[in-house]
């Protein structure tokens, strides 16, 4: 692989889209971060409430589930509100950040409480799951942190960070962070979700066209940890 060309938007094969987080983005919910990632935008709320869903009640643990929707206008041509139930691809991408989320939170600590994580795209240029997980953690982060100090869980119920990032091969080039021009044309997309120590929670890879090798695979998750490696610091920093 090569770090020296040159894409859409001017970036080397190896380099993540900018990345910004700004916290406490909206008043009401627990805790609100938007995400920016180049042209994607993803508004990332946390509702805590007093209560488990009724399979886990008097178990003395707690729950996080998340949602994720596309609004409107977040797409170069309209996307239609799903009013009439779920697509499968937003169904997958619900379960995909939940349980990326609940391996950075210690549920035995949280106490028979749910955290509701809801992930609004409102500007999609590729990697808006990716992006949804990695804002994902830091209103995670910062709700768990309003909660510790309000004495309602112990600190050490947030565990180390949680991020993800999408590599792909276009052109027969290995890249990282692929925008929705690259996405599109890519002959492999992967995504993946890693811990800060390394350890993989998720993998999502696809073939668009011929199969690919063990060591493109190889290539690809060496590639994304490079980058996860970057957001966790990013993350780390947004936190501090």
């Known amino acids: 692989m090569t770090n020296r ?3 859409p938007d001017g970036r080397c094969a190896d380099e993540l889209r900018p990345v910004n987080f700004i916290l406490d983005y909206i008043d009401y919910p627990d805790s609100s971060v938007l995400i920016e990632m180049g ?19 008097e178990t003395g643990t707690g729950w996080l589930t998340a949602e994720y929707a596309m609004l409107p206008g977040s797409t170069h041509t309209r996307t239609p509100r799903e009013t009439r139930g779920l697509r499968g691809r937003t169904q997958e991408i619900r379960r995909l950040i939940g349980r990326s989320l609940r391996a950075a939170v210690d549920l035995d600590l949280l106490g028979e409480r749910t955290l509701i994580v809801d992930c609004d795209v409102l500007q999609a240029d590729g990697g808006t799951r990716t992006a949804a997980i990695t804002g994902g953690y830091v209103a995670v982060a910062l709700a768990l942190r309003r909660l510790a100090k309000r004495g309602m869980v112990p600190p050490e119920a947030l565990k180390p960070p949680v991020a993800a990032v999408s590599t792909g091969v276009v052109g027969s080039e290995v890249q990282l962070d692929l925008c929705y021009a690259e996405d599109r044309d890519a002959e492999v997309d992967l995504n993946v979700v890693m811990m800060d120590d390394g350890r993989l929670i998720d993998v999502q890879g696809t073939a668009e066209g011929a199969p690919f090798s063990r060591e493109m695979l190889n290539r690809m998750l060496d590639l994304a940890a490079q980058g996860i490696v970057q957001l966790i610091q990013r993350q780390r920093e947004a936190l501090v």
Do not use: D, Q
């Not at 042209?39 to 009640?57: D, F, I, Q, Y």
């Open 5 to 7: 060309s040159i894409r």
């Open 39 to 57: 042209r994607t935008r993803v508004l990332c709320n946390v509702s805590v409430e007093e209560k488990v869903p009724a399979w886990m009640a």
